[in-house]
């Protein structure tokens, strides 16, 4: 942990604090703590006493039925890195993530990666105009040729980042090149299953010489969206929430229904049809969720 002058310590929970009820992991990278000093021989020993209220969090489960898990806490920024070639970019997996940022009000930004690799940029000229038409920031990025790095460097000199994504989108190569000197370790994409090894395997808070602090997360294998209900998911997609008002029917679900704004907008060209299949999508879990009797985490 780092202690409020910058200093890297290693600290121990209180018992009292591991029996404290929290959402997914007692304390998470990003958590505001109070610690304790004890001098225990020649060495300074820190004691976590106390966990701050989290002013945002970041909460996701690996799975239907799984426990959830806080990725990350108090985060001023997410930014969801997506892989354009080497892994393929899975759009309904990326919609996961910013549902994600959008249901805890975090600011969003999209790294669209890997611009060198061959058809990458015929990808991002697909996927950087669907995702600013609904109001995302979006950056394309190469740590190899260094497009985009300055300003995504930029980016993250302010505050606290989150870095999310699929194993293999390259997050940690990216702040390899951000800041040369990290050694983040990085891996291949297997050809065999198309998708990347997990080499960060667990959080980090990494600080920048820019001034910002960077939480370097796991690669996600799922993204499972914990405690939202339909109505707050289809919130979370705000170009479709904003036309969904005008729908004929109230608790429309955009699909046989007469009198859909939504499929109008999607025929019409105003709604991406991706983004209205991932809405169905995870509003069917939240269905199953809700029939299965699951609550928010608290």
Known sequence: M???????VDAFLRGRVKREARAGDRVVVGDRVRVVRERQGDEDAWTIEEVAPR???????????????????????????????????????VDRFLVLGEFDDVPL??????LDLPGAPAVAEQLGPLYT??????????ARTGDGIDDLSA??????????????????????AV?????????????RLGRGRHTTV????????????????????????????????????PEIASVAAECRFRGCRHRDEPGCAVKDAVEDGEIAASRLESLRVLAAEARKDARAGRRPAG
């Open 179 to 191: 800041q040369p000197g990290l050694d983040l370790r990085t891996g291949a994409v297997s050809r």
């Open 202 to 237: 667990s959080s980090r808070l990494v600080p920048l010489e820019s001034g910002g602090l960077v939480a370097d997360t796991p690669g996600f294998g799922e993204v499972g969206l914990w405690g939202l209900g339909e109505r707050e998911i289809e919130g979370a997609f």
């Open 109 to 114: 930004l999209m790294v669209l990666n890997k």
């Open 155 to 176: 980016r993250l000199g302010e505050g606290v980042s989150a870095l999310v994504g699929p194993s293999g989108v390259g997050k940690s190569t990216l702040l390899n």
């Open 2 to 8: 780092h202690l409020g002058d910058g200093v890297e």
């Open 133 to 142: 038409r609904v109001g995302y920031d979006v950056l394309a990025t190469s």
């Open 55 to 93: 002013r945002t969090r970041i909460v996701r489960r690996s799975g239907p039925g799984r426990k959830p898990k806080a990725v990350a806490a108090n985060v001023d920024r997410l930014v969801v890195v997506v892989s354009l070639k080497a892994p393929d970019p899975r759009l309904e997996i």
